[in-house]
């Protein structure tokens, strides 16, 4: 008897679409309430997983997947020089572009998981 009200209990809310932005103890709650763990869990959960993509764009294969949602990559772009080139809003004109220092920039691309829920 005891273990048919405990499952009873347990079973969260379904998740409503948000009127406006989660902040990050709405989502840790959403997340702790339907797994079943408590939020400390799922915080640590988030920061080993943000540590994980931190060391794999830094250091790793520069790539990163969450499965089902998105990739996350690192593109090196090396450092340019300053020079001269012609200016394609007035023709026969010629302009100098500034030099750049070499960055990296991270794009987050969705996967077919991520594309189909929207």
Do not use: C
């Not at 988030?46 to 060391?55: H, K, R």
């Not at 830094?58 to 200016?87: C, D, L, Q, S, Y």
């Not at 809003?89 to 594309?115: C, D, H, Q, S, Y």
Request: glycine share 8%; proline share 7%.
């Amino acid at each position: 008897m005891a273990k048919t009200k405990a499952k009873a209990a347990a079973k969260p809310a379904k998740i409503a679409a948000a009127s406006k932005r989660r902040s990050k103890g709405e989502i840790f709650s959403t997340i702790a309430e339907h797994v079943g763990v408590t939020r400390k869990q799922v915080s640590h959960v988030f920061d080993i997983m943000g540590s994980m993509i931190g060391a794999d764009l830094a250091k790793g294969a520069g790539e990163f997947a969450v499965p089902g949602m998105m990739r996350i990559k690192v593109i090196k772009k090396p450092a340019t020089k300053a020079t001269t080139k012609p200016n394609p809003f007035k023709p026969g004109e010629m302009m100098t572009v500034k030099a750049k220092p070499a960055r990296n920039i991270i794009k987050i691309r969705p996967l077919k998981g991520l594309k189909e829920m929207v």
